[in-house]
């Protein structure tokens, strides 16, 4: 009797131990880049499992896992990342993951090169690219200010009309190409005056091929063209963001108004299914000497 109960136990415990290696249960991390930043939109997988996953904003996770020794799996598009893990009752938290490599610097693709994307290592033209973050840094409240800055660029005003017509390589006008998200945008004369009307807040990156492309963008690309690329609505379903930036002009400054730089801006961007809107406001205010 004694032996039928010993054995019946230790068939207990089995199963018992089976029964909670199969129960699943969610786990939380962190991806970072080889600098040291969140890496958003990166695909997470336990291996050998249907569970997967999508980083966030800032880079963090959640996913279901059956406990006890596991593989996660951390895809980027061009590497893929293997990391043994720990899951257990008592340890719900990865540690935090750490890219080898600078994927973004592996391959940048370039939307306007060619008829095709194409990395600028490959492209025949040359091209440029002003990411977001540099735009930050910069403190630009339009796009003028962005390329004010960059090689080959100059700006006129005219006093008179009040419109600002930008120039590259030596020339202006019809010469250079603008497209929003590679469509061509249309100025009602000659000066292009278009760039200040986009909202620098809304530009994921720039994108400047130098030379003559008029074989490929039209009689209207013989000095270059400029592709401002928005940004796109990420992996969340909403997300609401918001930007103040206050600077001094000189040493006058008065704070949210008056004397100095005031800008601020509130942004809103929705994807579903496919169907993707972004929407903004920003409102910029000069007091002061320039």
Excluded: C
């Excluded at 693709?109 to 990411?131: E, F, L």
């Excluded at 796009?143 to 419109?163: A, K, P």
């Amino acid at each position: 009797m004694k032996l039928h109960l010993l054995a019946f136990l230790i068939l207990f415990s089995i199963a018992s131990n089976a029964q909670d290696n199969n129960k699943n249960v969610t786990i939380t991390g962190k991806i970072l880049t080889a600098d040291g930043l969140p890496a958003s939109g990166l695909l997470i997988v336990i291996k050998d499992s249907k569970n997967v996953a999508f980083t966030q904003n800032d880079g963090t996770f959640k996913i279901s896992s059956p406990t006890g020794s596991k593989q996660i799996i951390v895809k980027s598009g061009l590497s893929t990342l293997e990391q043994n893990i720990e899951v257990g009752p008592n340890q719900l938290t990865v540690p935090t993951i750490t890219l080898k490599e600078k994927a973004y610097e592996l391959k940048e693709v370039v939307v306007t090169a060619q008829y095709g994307p194409q990395s600028m290592k490959n492209s025949v033209y040359n091209v440029r690219t002003i990411s977001a973050e540099k735009i930050r840094l910069r403190g630009a409240t339009n796009v003028q200010q962005v390329l004010n800055t960059e090689l080959g660029f100059r700006f006129n005003n005219d006093l008179t009309l009040g419109t600002t017509d930008v120039e590259l390589m030596g020339m202006s006008g019809r010469n250079i190409k603008i497209l929003l998200d590679g469509v061509p945008v249309v100025d009602r004369s000659d000066s292009r005056e278009s760039l200040n009307q986009i909202d620098v807040n809304t530009v994921e990156r720039i994108e400047i091929v130098e030379g003559p492309v008029s074989v490929v963008y039209g009689t209207d690309a013989l000095a270059g063209v400029i592709n401002i690329i928005t940004k796109n609505a990420g992996k969340s379903l909403l997300n609401i963001s918001a930007r103040v930036q206050e600077e001094t002009a000189g040493d006058e400054y008065a704070a949210l108004s008056g004397a100095g730089v005031h800008n601020q801006n509130i942004s809103a961007s929705w994807q579903n299914k496919g169907w993707n809107a972004l929407v903004g406001f920003s409102h910029n205010e000069f007091g002061g000497w320039n």
